[in-house]
């Protein structure tokens, strides 16, 4: 009988090693690239699958599904050793937020690694697009890994860290994944950009959504959006909304804000430099439309604007269309059907299509910006959450493709 205890203690002493060990070397090696992409590229829309846990690969002049890469290959949950806390309390975010494995995403400035944030399992990986290989993985502070921003020379990752953080933006280092600092960005910070010059970042925040939401906007941390220096992660500016602040975009000059605003049908212009409200465009609404058609208080969410500034292309989230905006008039142009609950929207660098990832219906929509007009839905994986586009070397996908 002692024997026998003694041999399952040294078994599970032995798997308990193993764990801790393959742990501990799951994801620890450091980038080494050019900063520019070399040779032939072609310009891909990476969708973020966050249910399926996988990154779609779309070639947007072909308009063919090029591949797939998992995110979650280490499993659906961090491991005890690796991170006790996230693996404590992930089933219970997840009892209320669902399944959310791949959030956001962002290319290096070579077009060869994507950065991935994984939601729930509350951490950072940079993945070889050609490999799949993880790099490198990164916890971030709180239970969710949110939106992020990819420094225009590509040496850092600003990272929204969602719910229990203490409110901050978490500076990690994009080539080894070391954290290198945080700042505060209101009472949760969601989405998140770099100036063109990347001497600010621009964070917005959503408040308390576990507080009562006639009681959230009483935090004065509440509906900011906040402007931080890139050097010294000192805020330099705070700009209250009167909801929180969904997906935004701030013009190349930096005089406006474009967003949309929690529980509102609607897009709002706001004047940094007056620091007011300047228009507001109410935006269609199905018949029959009820909050059961949308998810975490956002019937609209999703928004690019062009590379020239003179559209806006926004996910009606609610109604499954796409809404094309004058940016300067702040009019509609026209609301194109979609697939189900189109929940981010990106255009690509001709400014000729707008990218939606349908969320509920698992595809995304191909917009044409000038003919105002679905040109094509592709599959996705399991509730697309995000879309990254940007040039990945052709070698890089020829990879791809052979897996």
Excluded at 38 to 62: D, H, K, Q, R
Excluded at 91 to 119: C, H, I, M
Excluded at 218 to 247: C, I, M, W
């Amino acid at each position: 009988m002692k024997t026998s205890f003694s041999v399952v203690a040294i078994i599970v002493l032995v798997l308990v090693l193993l764990g801790t060990y393959r742990e501990a070397q799951f994801g620890t090696t450091a980038l080494s690239r050019p900063e520019l992409v070399v040779g032939p590229s072609v310009e891909v829309a990476i969708v973020a699958n966050a249910v399926g846990g996988n990154l779609t690969f779309i070639n947007l002049a072909s308009r063919q599904v090029l591949g797939e890469r998992n995110v979650i290959a280490d499993g659906i949950r961090p491991g005890v050793f690796r991170d006790p806390l996230q693996w404590a309390l992930q089933p219970l975010v997840e009892r209320s937020g669902g399944k959310n494995y791949a959030q956001d995403t962002d290319l290096s400035p070579d077009g060869a690694v994507v950065y991935v944030s994984r939601g729930f399992l509350g951490d950072v990986i940079a993945m070889e697009i050609a490999t799949g290989d993880v790099l490198w993985r990164t916890p971030i502070s709180g239970l969710r890994a949110d939106h992020m921003a990819v420094s225009a020379d590509g040496k850092r990752l600003y990272v929204s860290a969602l719910i229990s953080s203490g409110n901050v933006v978490d500076v990690l280092d994009a080539h080894t994944g070391k954290h290198i600092g945080d700042f505060p960005g209101g009472s949760w910070p969601h989405d998140i950009h770099e100036n063109p010059t990347g001497d600010k970042i621009y964070v917005a925040s959503l408040g308390d959504m576990t507080a009562h939401l006639a009681e959230r906007g009483n935090d004065p941390e509440a509906y900011l959006v906040s402007v931080v220096d890139a050097d010294g992660f000192q805020t330099l500016a705070k700009h209250r909304f009167r909801a929180g602040v969904r997906p935004f975009a701030v013009t190349a000059y930096e005089g406006r804000v474009y967003a949309q605003l929690s529980n509102e049908h609607s897009v709002v212009v706001y004047s940094l430099a007056q620091r007011e409200l300047l228009h507001e465009l109410a935006l269609p609404v199905a018949e029959g439309v009820t909050e059961a058609d949308w998810d975490f208080e956002s019937p609209h969410h999703g928004l690019a604007l062009s590379g020239d500034e003179s559209t806006l292309c926004l996910a009606g989230r609610a109604s499954d269309y796409a809404a094309l905006v004058d940016a300067e008039s702040l009019t509609l142009r026209s609301a194109v059907p979609t697939g189900d609950a189109p929940s981010w929207a990106a255009i690509d660098s001709t400014d000729t299509l707008c990218v939606l990832a349908n969320n509920r219906s698992d595809d995304v929509s191909l917009i044409a910006l000038v003919e105002g007009m679905e040109v094509a839905r592709l599959p996705a994986g399991r509730g697309p959450k995000h879309v990254t586009i940007g040039k990945v070397p052709k070698a890089v996908l020829d990879s791809l493709a052979r897996d």
